[in-house]
Every structure is written in structure tokens, then in C-alpha cells.
């Protein structure tokens, strides 16, 4: 059996720079993933990274986030966010990061909504991509191990300690427990719920809730107000703050509450800033070859849709799982970007601050599992290998299931969640949740029995994660 001192689950952002902190503190971390190199740079570009680069602090930028997030905002957690913002992006910019730069040489700076000055910085439409690569880079420069095509079943816990994880070789078919003194839990959001296990299946989430982690923030999902029309493209929230206009289909201009409010509206690009186009110039290309619109002439249908989501395990600021309303931790247990709930967003989400919570709660998850793991010990094999038959098991009887195809529950999933986009009703809920019981009950069938790179037996397991998730959205309170 492997032994690694830390295992990071994912490949975005949070993930990598969770990996280069436990690196830097000193032990040796394994990072694993289903995708590979590179697979996180795909993410939608919804947004840069929020820095306070032209005031005397971040207190302005922790109130806005205050005031986007609710009374749900956890301040502390906040503030101290926001404070790292500068930081941050100053490390990424020695590692390498191309920003776009204003006259004098600073890094450019957009309004956005709900920021109350300009705070938006970034590489346009690919700061996300540019961000990964940078990360990776550092990766790899470090002697990061890393595994891809490896599919997170389950933690091996032992009365809420972690003693490892278990997953699924694509390339093989076969069930491998490894051992560790740390897992950081960092995969993508849970927003497939509403679209596609591709676009989100909340991995981390969904093996944390397994494991007995009570997750958080659950019932909030920020809505993104540039989502192209009858399609499943975002665009950054950073156009508005380069020249592009939100507007009625009457020509009014509009902000982005308006597209939230389920009004129609488009988005027009036409007077976008000369100086902005080469940072935007994939945004348009994706336009063209998706719905045939020339952005420089013609202007964009957009509507509201759930591009990420916030909630996830609870954590505290050095990313550990807890319980107890945070008195206690699930030992050698973290979480961090997408899989935790940090307290950062609340019920809202301000333009900028995910990819900062991602890098902020990665590398402070990084740090203490890294230091913490040098002086900790394993924990024995014996509930890894238990684990592990679990796994055997629970694909056995995806296998044996007459139930509803993956393809079926996919679709009967994202269209039970689309009646709760922010109608919480009582009926509404008790509708969602009467279909989950129904998929539940019937289960998932897998036809294919093959063992190597099974799709379908892969999606079949992002699908009984995501029905967890789902029930957990339902009954959380609003």
C-alpha cells in the first residue's frame, strides 16, 4: 500500500497551491485527480482576482464582500481574505503571471458590480488558465508528485481521523487504498447539479458528506449574470468594467440584478475599451464559434445560470474539516477552494473573490497540513484496506442496479434542481425532494462491465455523489 504524508484531491487552483505550501513546509505530497495537466485552465473565466491595489487596506473591499455575502459573511474570514489579496497576487506575479497594466505600469484595475472602486485585476478572460499554468509551473519546479486519471471514492476515517483515501485507476478498473497522515479535499463545485456531472460534480463535497463531514453554506448558489443565452458559456464578469453594457432588449442600460431578475437583456460589446480588446479576444471567439454573433457588431442575449457554488465543508483558517460548530476537527482532515465553506461568500458572491478564496484557503490548508504531517504518524492500514472493500462493493452493485440509466438521472437531476433556482418554497422543495427519494429508490444502472476507462461507471459515481449533495441543498436551511 502507498503512503503519502499529504494527499491533495483536485486540479484547480485551491488544489495546486495546496500542493506547493505542503511542498514548501517540508513533506512530501501526492496530488491526484480523474483529469490531468492542465484540465483545470479549461474552467469558465467568470472573473480575476479582487485586490485592494490602489487603497491604504483592504477594509473596503472586506465590507463589500460584507455586504455581497449578507449577514451569512462570516467578517473574520472575510477580512482576512481580503487582507491577502495584494499578497497574493504580488506571488503570483514573481512566479510569472502576465497581468494586464495600466499607464504608470500598475496592474489594471475594473469596476464590477458590488465593488464600491475599482479592484478587478487579472489577464482578461484568462486569468484562470494563466493562473493554473502559473501554479503548475511551481508544481513541478517543486518535484510535486502527481497522479491523473485517478477517481476519488472514499476517506478512510477512524473515529474521525483520516487515515487515507480510496480510489479508482480509470486506466485499469482496479480499486487502490493509499495511506496518509493528511487529505485536502480542493475539487471542483457541485454546479453540474443543475447542468451536467461535467460542468461540477462537487467530488470533494460529496466523499467529505459520506464520511460524516456536516457540510455548510449548502443552500446558497450564486447565480453569474453572463451566461450565454440557450447555451452553457459564461463570460467574465470583468467585461462590464471595460467598456461592455448591460441592456434591455429596449436599449436601456440595465446592471446585472436586472438579468438576475429573470428580465431579458443583452450584453453589448460593441464599445468595448480599444485597449481591452486583446484581453477579451477569446471571449469573442468563443461567442462566434458558439452561436455566430460577431461581438464588434452585434450585441449578446444573456441570462443568469449556476456557474460555481460556495459550500462544502466547514473549515477554519488554516483549512481544517470541523464539527461542533467549529470546536473540534476531523483529524488530518482539510478542504479548501470549492470543496470547503470558508465563510467568505455568504449567501452572495462579489465579483473576484473566488479565485482569491481558492488561493488564500489552498495555501493556508498547504501550510498547516504540511506541518502538521511532519510530526504525525500513520495511522495503520487496516481501515484503508476496509475502505477499500467498501468501494468493491459499492461498484458491484452499480453494476448489478436495474435502475435508471446515468443519462436519466443526469437529466432528471438538473431538472429537478432548476425548480429551486432561488425559490425555496416549501412546495417547490418537497417537489425536489420527492424526485430525489424516487432516483434514489430505483437507483443507478451501469450496463457497460468493461474495467478499463468506464465512463459510465465514472459518471455513475459523480451521480450518487451529486444526489447527496442535492438532498443536502433541500433540506439545508435557507
Same mark, same amino acid.
Given at each position: 500500500m502507498e503512503s503519502w504524508d499529504v494527499v491533495i484531491v483536485g486540479s484547480g487552483p485551491a488544489a495546486l497551491r495546496a500542493a506547493i505550501a505542503a511542498a514548501d513546509a517540508g513533506t512530501i505530497p501526492l496530488m491526484i485527480d480523474s483529469t490531468g495537466v492542465g484540465s483545470a485552465s479549461g474552467a469558465a473565466p467568470l472573473s480575476g482576482l479582487a485586490a485592494s491595489i490602489d487603497e491604504t487596506d483592504s477594509t473596503a473591499h472586506r465590507e463589500d464582500t460584507v455586504s455581497a455575502g449578507g449577514d451569512s459573511t462570516d467578517r473574520v474570514a472575510a477580512a482576512r481574505t481580503c487582507g491577502?489579496?495584494?499578497?497574493? *497576487?504580488?506571488? @503570483?506575479?514573481? /512566479? $510569472? *503571471?502576465?497581468?494586464?497594466?495600466?499607464?504608470?505600469? *500598475?496592474?489594471?484595475?475594473?469596476?464590477?458590480?458590488?465593488? #464600491?472602486?475599482?479592484r478587478l485585476t487579472g489577464c482578461g478572460d484568462s486569468t484562470t488558465r494563466e493562473v493554473t499554468r502559473i501554479l503548475e509551473e511551481q508544481m513541478i519546479k517543486r518535484g510535486v508528485a502527481r497522479r491523473s486519471d485517478l477517481l476519488s471514492l472514499s476517506l478512510a476515517m477512524d473515529n474521525r481521523q483520516v487515515r487515507g483515501i480510496v480510489v479508482l485507476d480509470l486506466h485499469t478498473g482496479t480499486i487502490t487504498p493509499i495511506q496518509a497522515k493528511a487529505v485536502i479535499l480542493a475539487t471542483e463545485g457541485h454546479q453540474g447539479l443543475w447542468s451536467s456531472p461535467s460542468c461540477g460534480a462537487g467530488t470533494g463535497a460529496a466523499i467529505a458528506a459520506a464520511a460524516g463531514v456536516g457540510l455548510s453554506g449548502m443552500a446558497h448558489s450564486p447565480m453569474h449574470p453572463l451566461t450565454v443565452r440557450g447555451t452553457d458559456m459564461q463570460l467574465p464578469i470583468d467585461l462590464l468594467g471595460s467598456g461592455g453594457r448591460l441592456r434591455k432588449e429596449s436599449g436601456d442600460d440595465v446592471g446585472p440584478e436586472a438579468v438576475l431578475e429573470g428580465e431579458d437583456c443583452v450584453l453589448d460589446l460593441r464599445s468595448l475599451e480599444s485597449e481591452a480588446v486583446p484581453w477579451f479576444a477569446e471571449s469573442a471567439r468563443r461567442v462566434r464559434e458558439r452561436t455566430g454573433l460577431d461581438t464588434s457588431m452585434e450585441v449578446i442575449p444573456v441570462s443568469s #445560470?449556476?456557474?460555481?457554488?460556495?459550500?462544502?465543508?466547514?473549515?477554519?483558517?488554516? =483549512?481544517?474539516?470541523?464539527?461542533?460548530?467549529? !470546536?473540534?476537527?476531523?483529524?488530518? @482532515?482539510?478542504?479548501? =477552494?470549492? #470543496?470547503?465553506?470558508?465563510?467568505?461568500?455568504?449567501? $452572495?458572491?462579489?465579483? =473576484?473573490? *473566488?479565485?482569491?478564496?481558492?488561493?488564500?484557503? $489552498?495555501? #493556508?490548508?498547504?501550510?498547516?497540513?504540511?506541518? /502538521?504531517? !511532519?510530526?504525525a504518524s500513520f495511522g495503520g492500514s487496516s481501515v484503508v484496506d476496509a475502505a477499500s472493500n467498501e468501494a468493491s462493493i459499492r461498484i458491484t452493485s452499480l453494476s448489478n442496479n436495474s435502475g435508471h440509466s446515468v443519462g436519466q438521472v443526469s437529466a432528471r437531476i438538473s431538472s429537478s434542481m432548476q425548480n429551486i433556482n432561488g425559490n425555496r418554497n416549501e412546495s417547490a422543495l418537497a417537489s425536489v425532494s420527492s424526485a430525489l427519494d424516487e432516483i434514489k429508490g430505483t437507483g443507478i444502472k451501469v450496463t457497460d462491465k468493461s474495467s478499463v476507462m468506464n465512463t459510465e461507471l465514472t459518471t455513475a459515481l459523480h451521480l450518487e455523489g451529486m444526489l447527496m449533495l442535492a438532498g443536502i441543498i433541500v433540506s439545508s436551511e435557507g
Open positions: 491577502e489579496a495584494v499578497s497574493v *497576487l504580488a506571488e @503570483l506575479e514573481r /512566479w $510569472g *503571471l502576465v497581468l494586464r497594466r495600466r499607464d504608470g505600469g *500598475l496592474p489594471h484595475a475594473s469596476e464590477a458590480p458590488g465593488h #464600491s472602486r475599482p #445560470s449556476i456557474a460555481a457554488t460556495t459550500g462544502g465543508a466547514p473549515v477554519d483558517a488554516d =483549512g481544517r474539516v470541523t464539527f461542533d460548530d467549529g !470546536k473540534m476537527w476531523f483529524t488530518g @482532515l482539510y478542504a479548501a =477552494g470549492r #470543496s470547503a465553506y470558508t465563510g467568505v461568500h455568504g449567501a $452572495g458572491m462579489l465579483p =473576484g473573490n *473566488l479565485l482569491l478564496d481558492d488561493l488564500v484557503s $489552498g495555501q #493556508s490548508a498547504g501550510i498547516h497540513a504540511g506541518n /502538521w504531517a !511532519k510530526d
